[in-house]
């Protein structure tokens, strides 16, 4: 199963793939919904939700029931009141049979502490109304919490309040839902809203925006991203640390390397290599990283447990390193404005980039090169674009600095390279290699490594048919990894292709007809569009020479080049005595495109839509 | 009711296991379990399942006479052999109030022999609702060229265990699987198994005062291959089934599952008491079915168990039931499983005078069903059966999405069974033509003197294809905004208006219509290229792989036929460039045509495209067959039509 995901990631991110349509959904409308939320003195929390949902289609049934309740070892359920009323205004209790519990545990994570209190009310047609009232009593790991205000369903009235902040209390509301207001009080908030439309994000809209906006409030001294810094650190104190197994492994894994980035990159090869990806989620545990020594004994741990591992591998050796939060997720990015641990769901290491010799494509910021121990591929120079582009808080020596990691979009893509000798009668062959690096390198090493070669060749066709002409006929493949910087993959074969161009009459030059891919987002999607276009920015490079079975052939006015601070699109096309060689390059700079860089966006989309429309054009001697 | 026979599915759900098992020590490691590196014929194996032991204990075997419980204790021995191999090692372990987890224990033992147990904090049992819980265990310093050894026990309350034992591996190769079935002397059980990719399953028996111990076992076995529409793991996994058919005593022989009549008859009497309580259920029916004529009542009955009670997941047995169930819970909670709401739907049509039978169905996607063995675990869902004009038609309450007298593809052509214990009945579940699974398009558009296309466009999608679209989004505002997304991502450089779509469930149909028209900046002026497959195609071919590699056959969701026709007029002033090749293909597996006509004097073109699967299973000698056709509709679609400015 794990190889079939790899292989349907690669081709996905390199094919340009299509499904009819999502899954069921459904949209009730929120008669009511009330959260309130108390902070007591104690640091504790009461929350309390008053819901009335009506159901308006076949589906909403299905999707409100089993209605879940989060708890986690720091959120107890105090009070649960549910019930349906049908359409006739018969009004049926939940009973306690009707509660169930389960524990949810991500893709990623082996067990989580997260468990979810079902309500599953009893059924009801179209009509009916589902109510709920609960309360939850938490006491927050950090004093702090958030409320996602909007939702796809329709909500007729919405009221947040939350109180009781006292000290250091502040909020923010982050993310657009008109209609929204907000009423500050004395240490708390209300927001109140009527008639909220359901929201239906566009494709390549932000994550957050399936949420419209969030309150987000905290209250306390751990105010600013420095008392975020020392709060986590607080917690870093509990852990135990220096312990003599770990320094002996870090002595161990130097010894006999003398420079800086040998040492760097044999420690972080541990803890990426030899520590293994495993999540185990409880409580407080979801924060605080596990002692490393248990770390190094065990040989597995989750991203915080190979980051503070590594961390103090480092430190051992002589070089500073610092744990860093940051947010893994290609479709969002934290608040910056609101200071908090929530948007943090990742950890990785910071270490100062000097002194290691790095290309220009390494991922530093602020002076700090960005090392992620959960990273099986690649070396030094490369960061997964998952934590590109994101808000890093580098909590070092009691202080909390934020900086934001670079996009480095050069090595992410593809480079194919396709050498054609094109026959009269419109046969070709030749040979093709694509050069895969980044990402999409990453996860074709990973099917290498894992897969059987049967698999990874059928794999190398899926890709290859992304990319060269229907019907082509692939031989001689064969595949390598190439150890180092960023995730970097060599495929090749021999191409034949039974009919790349057929000739218009005897004596003619057939005609090329090179397959062309949109890789740039569609113009179309920023059409009315008022949500940013989140997307992962790429480089990539096509080339094909076609050597022609005429000489003297020209191929002038076609090239295009489009760029600018969001993106680029090229063409060039050339003849030089036999061969043909047409070269693509497509990039796209930025992850996050804000409204205002739309134009830009359409402007290289534009161009590589209306170039990849357009019929190669070639004449010899004098047939057009 | 005979008491005795409720009494291996139910009554001993009260009695709590007696005896536990002492854990076993884990067998030493051989010499070859330490010196292998790699397995023969599998290679790039990331791990390999050097053994996978079995030893189920039947209810009266040896020293647990007395108790009403049977175990099944598992040992499986893995090793690492590459470093992405090291991510076979968690293991997550199924198990719940009726198979309880026992006995677990687990260890690394590292490449110098180092022994690194599995500390209890490592593994976790968490609930999934419904008394279901999963526990996952994370190894310790699992490195390349260790041995990951685990052994576990599962009590059941009942003597019945009529899941298959598996030999075979989804990722891995197993290099020895074996079970031991130790059953009780008054026991008659029957044996069955499957096997492909050339493996063989062996067996030995033996008798004691204990009873008898049957072994089973199979060597080297290679990873299942999963192959793009490849047939589901059950179809190719060597597996081995004990099936109870009777228990013999010196008073009486209580009948299990010796054929299909007393395994109808066993599940028949878990059915009766839920059928019994059922106070308020004809009246209801009455008031449901209304004054109509027969069919019009059927169908009220139908629509109101499909609709207005809701379906959960069951749990254990498809075709079983909580015999503490009841009718009139069932339709006062608006809720059941599968099985429940076919009850109800009996109980229904009985009360408005329609007699119908329940008819056992088997998912195609969960293996080949084998009904010489009478084994209702084959089973997934329960159909009710109705004549309606002198014509048996199959309701199917489950799932909203389904017309009276559909059922998901999943289920066409399978074997199914009347469970009729005086009379079963074995029949196959009809498969729908593939005319009647359709999708076509009909697509019109003119091009302007400037270069813009525009036009309408149609789909509809009739059958099983109507069925994956119908009641996904819960109004029709959104069902027309997600067909809006999907025609703007099949047609990039159209804006696309005034969509409406149409879903028809009692006629399994959906009618999608459409206005598209070219963007002004995406026009060229001077040439325009079209892709005429769209929005259905253009096609990816899906078997990239040369026959030559290819191991299994292939299983399609259901025979269908997909249609495009597109008329496209010009104006004076351009001329056609180029068009897609006629093209037919009569395959074994299947039949393509396209085809394109041109009116020169009306500067029309009208373009057709029409492939047909006429089946869902193809043998692996069929597979070029299949791969030829779609790579002929894939080359065919990669042709554009292409209009030029004189």
Not at chain 1, 500 to 518: C, D, F, H, K, W
């Amino acid at each position: 199963m794990k190889q079939l995901r790899l292989v349907s990631s690669l081709v996905a991110l390199l094919a340009a793939a299509s499904a009819m349509a999502p899954a069921p959904a459904a949209a009730a409308t929120v008669l009511e919904r009330a959260i309130d939320v108390e902070i007591r003195p104690d640091g504790s929390v009461s929350e309390r939700t008053h819901l009335r949902v009506r159901l308006d289609g076949p589906n909403d049934f299905a999707h409100w029931s089993p209605y879940p309740v989060y708890l986690d070892q720091n959120r107890t359920l105090e009070k649960l009141e549910a019930s349906a009323t049908g359409p006739d205004g018969k009004t049926l209790k939940v009973s306690r049979r009707d509660l169930d519990t389960m524990q949810v545990a991500g893709s990623y994570e082996l067990h989580s502490s997260r468990t979810f209190r079902t309500v599953t009310f009893p059924s009801v047609p179209v009509g009916s109304v589902l109510a709920l009232d609960f309360e939850v009593k938490e006491t927050p790991w950090f004093p702090g919490g958030e409320i996602s205000l909007g939702s796809r369903d329709a909500t007729e009235s919405l009221r947040v309040t939350v109180r009781g902040g006292g000290a250091g209390w502040r909020w923010r509301l982050d993310g657009a839902l008109p209609g929204v207001t907000a009423q500050e009080s004395a240490g708390g908030v209300t927001v109140t809203a009527s008639h909220l439309p359901g929201l239906m994000p566009p494709d390549r809209a932000p994550g957050s925006a399936d949420d419209g906006a969030v309150l987000r409030y905290a209250w306390g001294d751990a105010a600013g991203w420095d008392g975020v810094g020392r709060w986590f650190e607080g917690l870093l104190t509990q852990v135990p640390r220096n312990a003599e197994p770990v320094r002996r492994k870090a002595r161990e894994l130097i010894a006999s390397l003398p420079g800086k980035r040998e040492r760097l990159e044999a420690l972080l090869d541990f803890a990426r290599r030899q520590v293994r990806y495993v999540a185990v989620e409880v409580g407080i545990g979801g924060y605080r990283p596990t002692p490393p020594q248990q770390v190094v004994d065990r040989l597995w741990g989750d991203c915080k447990d190979k980051a503070l591992l590594l961390t103090d591998l480092l430190r051992e050796a002589g070089i500073e390193a610092w744990p860093v939060l940051i947010r893994f997720d290609p479709e969002d990015r934290v608040d910056r404005e609101f200071p908090s641990p929530f948007q943090f769901n990742h950890m990785i290491v910071a270490v100062p980039a000097e002194g290691l010799s790095l290309g220009k494509d390494a991922p530093v910021a602020g002076g700090f090169l960005f090392l992620d121990a959960t990273q099986s591929i690649g070396g030094l120079d490369w960061l997964n674009p998952g934590v590109q582009d994101q808000e890093a808080l580098v909590v070092k020596n009691g202080q909390g600095i934020l900086v934001r990691t670079p996009i480095l979009n050069a090595v992410e893509g593809s480079r194919l390279t396709v050498d054609l000798q094109l026959a009269a009668t419109g046969e070709a062959t030749g040979t093709v290699r694509l050069d895969l690096s980044g990402e999409p390198g990453a996860l074709f090493a990973r099917l290498h490594a894992e897969a059987k070669p049967q698999d990874v060749d059928r794999t190398v066709r899926q890709v290859f048919a992304a990319f060269l002409p229907a019907g082509v006929s692939l031989t001689g493949i064969r595949w390598q990894s190439v150890e180092g910087g960023a995730p970097d993959v060599r495929v090749e074969a021999q191409v034949s292709l039974p009919a790349l161009g057929t000739a218009a009459e005897a004596g003619a030059l057939p005609s090329v007809p090179l397959p062309v891919r949109n890789e740039l987002p569609a113009p179309g999607l920023l059409d009315g569009r008022t949500l940013p276009v989140v997307v992962s920015p790429f480089s990539n490079r096509t080339t094909w020479r076609v050597t022609l079975p005429q000489d003297a052939c020209k191929a002038e006015g076609q090239d295009v080049a489009v760029g600018n601070d969001v993106g680029a699109f090229q063409q060039k096309v050339s003849v030089q005595g036999k061969v043909l060689v047409v070269e693509r390059q497509a990039e796209l700079r930025r992850r996050w495109i804000e409204p205002a860089a739309f134009p830009a966006l359409k402007e290289v989309a534009l161009a590589e839509s209306r170039t990849n429309k357009r019929r190669l054009r070639l004449s010899c001697g004098g047939t057009p | 009711m005979k008491p005795g026979l409720l009494t291996f599915f139910v009554l001993l759900t009260a009695v709590p296991g007696v005896l536990r098992a002492q854990t076993p020590e884990f067998p030493p490691i051989t010499g070859e379990e330490r010196a292998l590196t790699s397995v023969p014929g599998e290679p790039n194996a990331p791990a390999v399942v050097l053994f996978r032991k079995g030893e189920f204990l039947m209810e009266g075997y040896g020293r647990l006479f007395g108790s009403f419980d049977s175990h099944l204790r598992a040992q499986t021995r893995v090793k690492i052999l590459t470093e992405s191999g090291k991510s076979n090692g968690e293991i997550a372990i199924a198990h719940s109030d009726f198979a309880r987890l026992e006995g677990f224990s687990a260890r690394t033992v590292l490449p110098d022999g180092t022994i690194v147990p599995v500390p209890a904090r490592n593994s976790s049992a968490r609930p999934r609702g419904e008394g279901t819980f999963v526990t996952a265990v994370a190894f310790p310093s699992v490195q390349v060229g260790a041995i990951l050894d685990y052994q576990y026990e599962l009590v059941f309350d009942s003597p019945i265990f009529i899941e298959p034992w598996y030999f075979s591996d989804e990722e891995m190769p197993v290099l020895r699987s074996e079970i031991v079935y130790k059953i009780a002397s008054d026991w008659r059980m029957r044996y069955w198994s499957r096997t492909s990719l050339g493996v063989k399953i062996e067996k030995e028996e033996a008798s004691s005062s204990k009873g008898r111990v049957l072994r089973v076992w199979a060597e080297d076995l290679p990873a299942i291959p999963r192959e793009p529409l490849g047939p589901p793991f059950a179809d190719l996994a060597a597996q081995v089934l004990l099936l109870p058919e009777a228990r013999i005593s010196a008073t009486q022989t209580v009948r299990l599952l010796e054929n299909w009549s007393t395994a109808t008859y066993l599940i028949e009497q878990l059915y009766e008491p839920v059928r019994q309580r059922d106070k308020g259920v004809a009246k209801r029916a009455r008031e449901i079915a209304g004054s109509g004529s027969r069919l019009q009542k059927i169908e009220a009955l139908y629509r109101f168990v499909r609709d207005e009670i809701a379906t959960e997941p069951g749990t254990g047995l498809s075709v079983g039931v909580d015999p503490g169930g009841s009718l009139d819970k069932i339709l006062s909670g608006r809720r059941g499983n599968n099985t429940e709401k076919a009850l109800l739907l009996q109980a229904m049509l009985k009360a408005i005078d329609v007699d119908s039978a329940l008819v056992w169905a088997a998912d195609r996607g969960r293996g080949l069903v084998d009904p010489h063995i009478p084994n209702p675990s084959w089973f997934d869902a329960v159909f009710v059966l109705v004549a309606v004009n002198g014509q048996r038609v199959l309701l199917d309450p489950a799932d909203p999405a389904l017309a009276l007298g559909q059922f998901p593809a999943g289920y066409e052509g399978t074997p199914a069974l009347v469970p009729n214990p005086t009379k079963p009945l074995g029949l196959f579940i009809p498969t729908k033509p593939l005319e009647q699974n359709l999708r076509r398009t009909d697509l019109e558009l003119t091009l302007d003197t400037r270069g813009r296309l525009s036009g309408r466009g149609t789909l509809l999608l009739t059958g099983h294809p109507a069925r994956e679209k119908i009641r996904r989004e819960a109004d029709p505002a959104r069902t027309a905004a997600d067909w809006k997304e999907w025609l703007e991502s099949r047609f990039r450089d159209f804006q696309i208006a005034e969509v409406k779509a149409v879903e028809l469930v009692e006629e399994s149909k959906v009618t999608v219509t459409w206005a598209l028209g070219q963007r002004e900046e995406e026009v060229l002026g001077d040439e325009v290229s079209l892709v005429p497959s769209a929005p259905l195609g253009p096609l990816t071919q899906p078997f990239v792989q040369p026959a030559a590699e290819r191991r299994t056959g292939v299983v399609i969701e259901y025979p269908d036929r997909e249609e495009t026709v597109l008329h496209l007029c010009w104006p004076e002033g351009w001329k056609l460039e180029s068009r897609p090749r006629e093209t037919t293909l009569n395959a074994a597996a299947g039949w393509l045509a396209v085809s394109t006509e041109l009116r020169e004097g009306e500067r029309t073109l009208v373009y057709t495209r029409r492939r047909d699967l006429p089946q869902r299973d193809f043998l692996p000698q069929e597979y070029e067959a299949i791969r030829s056709l779609f790579a002929g509709l894939e080359t065919s679609d990669a042709q554009k039509i292409v209009l030029i400015r004189r």
